[in-house]
C-alpha cells in the first residue's frame, strides 16, 4: 500500500476477522502514529445472494425466507415484506393484527438495543455492566421465548396479519416482564448517563455533525444522535402507530455516547408502547381468513426496524414468484458515516466507533 | 417536516423534457407513494437535482430485468438465451425500450418527509446511465452494487470498485445461474458426491 503523501502514515488492516467486530468486516485503516487518517471498508464476506433466491420463491415462502436475513431485526424483514405484500393487494389488516404488530416489533427493539448497549460496555471493557445489560435483555429473551416459541426468529408475521396472539396469561406475563424491565433499564440507563469508564471512552468521540449525517442518508438512532428528527413510526406511521403516541428522542453531539442514550431512551419508548398497546388491545381476529393471491403491482414499504428505517421494494407480475424484491437495511446506509467518525479518532477508539452504528453485516450483505 | 410537494408532478415534469409517467397514491393514514417513468434515461440528473433542491433523501436503487410478458423464460440460464428471444416485435416500456427480458430497469427511491418518489429509468441491453453519487453520496455502494450484478454500465462513478463480489468472479452474477458450489468455490462438493455415487454404486 502507498501511503498517502507524508511517509508518516502507514495502513493496518482490522478484520474481516477480529476481536472487537462480531460479524465480518475488513477496514484498511491509513493512520499516523495513534491517530487514524483515512479508513477504506471492504465488504462482502457474508454476501449470500438472498436477492437471487427470493426470486426463487413464491411470495408466501419469502416471508420466512426474509426473516432469515438477519438476526437482531428478523422480525422488521418480514413485517416490511407483509406490508409491500398487502398494499399491491389492497388488504387492510384487523385492528387486533395492528396492535400485535406493534408488540412483536418493540419487543424485537427492546432486545437488540440492549445488546448494542451491552457490547458498548463490553468494549470499553466494563465487562460486569456488559453481563449485566445483557441479563437485562435476558427479560425480553424470555418473552420472546414465551409469546413466540423462538429467541430469535419470531415467525411473527404473516400476509393479512400475525400468527399469533395474547391470551389472559401471556398477557399477564408480558406486564409482569415490563413491570420487572422497566427499574432495571432505568438503572442502565443512569449509568451509562453517569459512569465515568462510559463517558471517558464514549463522550465526544466518533463525532458526526448534522450536515455530514445529512450527507451520508443515515438513519435510525445514528440520525437521531445528530439532530435528525426522523422515525418512520411518526413519518409514516403504519400498523398501530398512527393510534399510539410515539416520543422520538434526539440528541445534538452525534458522539458515541449520544447514539447509546438515544438507544436508551428508546427502551423506555418502546416499554411505554408495549403498556399502551396491552392496554388498547382490541378483541377480533389476529389475521385475515385466507390467503389471498398477490396480484400483478409494485409496492414500498418501510419500517422503523431497530437500526432505523428498512425500506422493501416489491415488484409482482402476477405469478407466485415475485418478479423483484430490493430491500435496503438501515445498516446500508450507515456504514458510509464510519469514514468521517473514524477520522481523526485513536486506533484503541475504532472497535467502539464502529459498534456505535449498531453495524449489521448479515442484513447489509444479504 | 419536508413532504411531497403538491406540485411535484409538474417539477418532474419540467426536469424531464423528454416526458413522465407519473402516478401517486396516498395510504389511508396519509402518506404517498409516488412513481415516475423517464421516458428518456439521459433526464434522471436534472430530475435529481430536483429532487436534492426538495431535500430528498435517496434511500435505494433497485434494477431488475424485468421479463418479456407472456414469455417464461427469462435470461437465467447461460446456454440457450439467445435462442430464446421472441422472434416478434417485443412490448415497449415506457419511453420506448424493448421489453424483452434483456432490456433494465433502474428505480431510484427517493424519500421525502415519510413519503416515497420513486424514479424509473429504463435502459435497453447494453445501456448505460450516469451515476447519481456525485449529487447523492447515499448513491456510492448502491450504484457499485448494480454494476457487479447486472451487466449496466454506471457513467462518472467516481469509486467504480467491485462493493461485494471479489474482482475475479465475472461482473453481472445476477443474471446467471451460478452452482452453489461454484459460488462458495467448494472443491469438496464434486468429491463428496462421487463418494455417494460410489457409496450407491456398491450398496445395489
Known sequence: ?????????????????????????????????????????????????????????????????VERICALCSNSHPETFVMACEQIAG??????????????????????????????????????????????????????????????????????????????????????????????????????????????????????????????AVVGPVARACGLDYDVRVAAPYAAYDRLKVDVPTLADGDVWSRAMIRMAEIGVSIRLLRDCLRDLPGGPTRLPDRPDIPAGRAMGKCEAPRGELVYFLKTNGADEPERVKWRVPSFPNWDALAFMLRGAKIADIAIIVNSIDPCVSCTER | MTRVPEDIRARLDAAAPAGIDYEATVSPQGAVTAWCGLANSEDLLSVGETLLRLGARLAMIS???????????????????????????????????????????????????????????????????????????????????????????????????????????????????????????????KGLWDKVLAAKGSAS
Open chain 1, 91 to 216: 388488504l387492510e389488516i384487523p385492528e387486533r393484527a395492528a396492535y400485535l404488530r406493534v408488540i412483536a416489533a418493540e419487543i424485537k427493539r427492546i432486545a437488540s438495543h440492549l445488546f448494542n448497549l451491552g457490547i458498548l460496555a463490553h468494549l470499553t471493557g466494563y465487562d460486569t455492566l456488559f453481563m449485566h445489560a445483557m441479563q437485562v435483555r435476558e427479560i425480553m429473551q424470555d418473552v420472546k421465548e414465551t409469546l413466540f416459541g423462538n429467541r430469535m426468529d419470531i415467525g411473527a408475521m404473516c400476509i393479512g396479519g400475525v400468527r399469533y396472539d395474547l391470551d389472559a396469561e401471556t398477557t399477564a406475563y408480558l406486564n409482569a416482564a415490563l413491570d420487572k424491565l422497566a427499574p432495571e433499564a432505568e438503572a442502565l440507563a443512569e449509568t451509562f448517563r453517569s459512569n465515568r469508564t462510559i463517558l471517558r471512552r464514549a463522550r465526544g468521540v466518533g463525532t458526526l455533525s448534522h450536515n455530514q449525517a445529512i450527507a451520508c
Open chain 2, 63 to 189: 434494477a431488475l430485468q424485468p421479463p418479456a410478458p407472456e414469455e417464461e423464460e427469462e435470461q437465467e440460464t447461460e446456454e440457450g438465451a439467445e435462442a430464446d428471444k421472441p422472434t416478434k416485435e417485443p412490448p415497449k416500456t415506457f419511453g420506448g425500450t424493448p421489453l424483452d427480458g434483456t432490456s433494465y430497469e433502474i428505480d431510484y427511491h427517493f424519500v421525502l418527509g415519510g413519503d416515497f418518489v420513486t424514479i424509473t429509468a429504463y435502459l435497453p441491453a447494453g445501456g448505460s446511465i450516469s451515476s447519481l453519487t456525485p449529487m447523492f453520496r447515499s448513491a456510492d455502494w448502491p450504484e457499485r452494487e448494480i454494476m457487479e450484478m447486472y451487466a449496466i454500465v454506471i457513467r462518472d462513478h467516481p469509486d467504480p470498485r467491485r462493493l461485494f463480489l471479489d474482482p475475479a468472479i465475472e461482473s453481472a452474477a445476477l443474471e446467471r445461474l451460478i452452482p452453489y458450489s461454484t459460488l462458495v468455490n467448494a472443491a469438496s462438493t
Open chain 1, 1 to 65: 500500500m502507498t501511503a498517502a503523501g507524508a511517509s508518516k502514515t502507514y495502513t493496518i488492516p482490522v478484520g474481516p476477522l477480529h476481536v472487537a467486530l462480531e460479524e465480518p468486516m475488513y477496514f484498511h485503516f491509513d493512520v499516523e502514529g495513534e491517530t487514524v487518517r483515512d479508513v477504506d471498508i471492504r465488504a462482502g464476506h457474508v454476501h449470500r445472494g438472498v436477492e437471487y433466491l427470493t426470486a426463487k420463491r413464491s411470495i408466501y415462502q419469502n416471508v420466512v425466507l
